[in-house]
């Protein structure tokens, strides 16, 4: 599991949300602490915030993106974190370039292949593929395609019974 907390960040989740409380910390102190001040009150703040701005996508480009950011990152948590019990029909995997028989890794899971194969993106980038391809290789893994990439890593999604 090493080398996917490598390819997914330099940090792990956990001090991501370490980072993260430093802005809900700033955030408190400018509105209150009070109950109604919630987690969920900050991340539409800055959903508006990306409307505003024009983030790519506006605010349901950057939710989608985000949201496939921290299903993917859920599996670079360290040893002994609470993991939920995967439920989804199917599966994103992948694993690194070939020394012997390598395992696969699974990414992410879901009802919808489509969103499932989402979980692979920033991975798939990181190894080499274009971002402007990855719409088009979205559609061949939801085909059940395996896709390499010069580097060797492979990437699928596959019905959670056949992993």
């Known amino acids: 599991m090493d080398f996917i ?11 991501r949300a370490d980072r993260a409380r430093k802005a809900w910390a700033l955030y408190q102190s400018e509105n209150g602490v009070e109950a109604e001040n919630r987690i969920e009150d900050l991340i539409s703040d800055l959903l508006h915030l990306a409307e505003v701005d024009g983030h790519p996508g506006g605010a349901e480009g950057v939710a989608a993106r985000a949201s ?12 002994g974190w609470a993991e ?51 719409a088009a290789h979205t559609e061949d893994l939801m085909q ?13 999604v596959i019905p959670r019974d056949e992993s």
């Open 68 to 79: 496939r950011n921290y299903e993917a990152e859920t599996g670079t948590w360290p040893e």
């Open 5 to 15: 907390a490598v390819v997914w960040s330099d940090k792990t989740t956990p001090d």
């Open 84 to 134: 939920a019990e995967p439920t989804g029909r199917f599966v994103a995997q992948m694993r690194r370039p070939q020394v012997g028989q390598e395992a696969w890794f699974t990414v992410g899971d879901g009802d919808d292949r489509r969103t499932v194969a989402g979980f692979l993106w920033k991975a798939m980038q990181i190894a080499g593929f274009r971002f402007s391809e990855l």
């Open 144 to 156: 059940g395609r395996v896709l390499t990439s010069n580097d060797g890593f492979e990437f699928r």
